[in-house]
Nanobody, 116 residues
Framework: QVQLVESGGGLVQPGGSLRLSCAASGFTFSAYIMHWYRRAPGKERELVATITTAGSGTNYLDSVKGRFTISRDNAKNTVYLQMNSLKPEDTAVYYC?????????WGQGTQVTVSS
């Protein structure tokens, strides 16, 4: 079955960096677009970044452009989110997601807290 497992979250000071990972299994990872979403306390879930199957195309939420980078390693079935210059407003639970055979699959999420 499809499984997505995020890791790499934690507590970081403003201006710091984190790298999130999402390990995928149960489907042909290289054939599917991958996404990172986040849900901040009291807010709706929002799409943070998207990457195409070969990694040649990416798209970002305006507020993270220039600070976050999505990438993937199809040999390792893993998608990453490199987050630099973190701000308190980036505090959220971060999820990876894919749509496989018309069904959305989500990981369990990883908490990112940006605070001094």
């Amino acid at each position: 079955q499809v499984q997505l497992v995020e890791s790499g979250g934690g507590l970081v000071q403003p201006g710091g960096s984190l790298r999130l990972s999402c390990a995928a299994s149960g489907f042909t990872f290289s054939a599917y677009i991958m996404h990172w979403y986040r849900r901040a306390p009291g807010k709706e879930r929002e799409l943070v970044a998207t990457i195409t199957t070969a990694g040649s195309g990416t798209n970002y939420l305006d507020s993270v452009k220039g600070r976050f980078t999505i990438s993937r390693d199809n040999a390792k079935n893993t998608v990453y989110l490199q987050m630099n210059s973190l701000k308190p407003e980036d505090t959220a639970v971060y999820y990876c997601k894919t749509r496989y055979r018309f069904v959305d699959y989500w990981g369990q999420g990883t908490q990112v807290t940006v605070s001094s």
